[in-house]
């Protein structure tokens, strides 16, 4: 069927004419797979998922070729209020990803852009917080939570909108064995609900089991 995200012959080249390129690359993942992506430091697997994201399309100065594909979607040239519905990004370090004060801001920020009524927004916030194992108080200040939590937050927040494809970029960085393995099942049991996932991850023999390749 339709590869719900596929890069075709999709290359970048950073600007300043040194030797630092990526690509071309070939990817194609279906709905509910989760796929992991790794390799050495500095290989180009964060440009990678960028380039899924469509993020430097829009913003990178370098040079872009080949062709990117959520859905019938080019990322980069869908509106703001559309993106959250297209797709989830989830950055290396969660605390610069938090843009609100509390937890229920947080996961309300795309919904708001996606314009989602004030009582659906408020049913969502619950689901997500329960779902993610988050404080159910959605008053709850965001940066006290603990790496673990704002690590969820920021996961629960980009899947707010139920976009088909969830990015991340070693989502596991900042937690312990126990709190990995609880988020890794989280993203299986996303995928396996029909999302495609994608995961830049460094942390091989914990992620292997949980993903399709």
């Not at 012959?9 to 600007?15: E, G, I, L, T």
């Not at 843009?99 to 009582?119: D, H, K, M, Q, Y």
């Not at 609880?182 to 292997?208: F, K, N, P, S, Y």
Request: charged content about 20%; some cysteine; hydrophobic content about 45%.
């Amino acid at each position: 069927g339709l590869a719900m995200l596929s890069l075709e012959a999709v290359s970048y080249r950073y600007p300043g004419g040194g030797s630092s390129s990526v690509g071309p690359i070939d990817l194609k993942i279906g709905s509910g797979q989760m796929v992991l992506l790794t390799g050495p430091t500095g290989c180009g697997k964060s440009t990678v998922l960028r380039l899924a994201a469509g993020l430097l399309q829009r913003h990178g100065r370098g040079d872009f070729a080949g062709l990117v594909r959520i859905g019938e979607a080019n990322p980069a040239r869908v509106a703001p209020s559309e993106r959250v519905k297209l797709l989830g990004f989830v950055s290396q370090e969660p605390s610069d990803q938090i843009i609100a004060a509390s937890v229920g801001e947080e996961i309300a920020f795309g919904l708001e852009s996606a314009g989602w009524s004030a009582e659906r927004i408020r049913a969502r916030i619950a689901e997500q917080l329960k779902d993610f194992g988050l404080p159910r108080n959605p008053r709850r200040g965001a940066l006290a939570l603990s790496g673990g939590q704002r690590q969820r937050l920021v996961v629960a927040a980009a899947l707010a909108a139920r976009p088909p494809v969830l990015l991340l970029d070693e989502p596991l960085s900042q937690l312990d064995p126990e709190a990995a393995l609880r988020l890794l099942g989280q993203l299986r049991h996303i995928a396996d609900e029909g999302v495609t996932v994608l995961l830049v991850e460094h942390r091989l023999e914990v992620c292997i089991p949980f993903c399709d390749r």
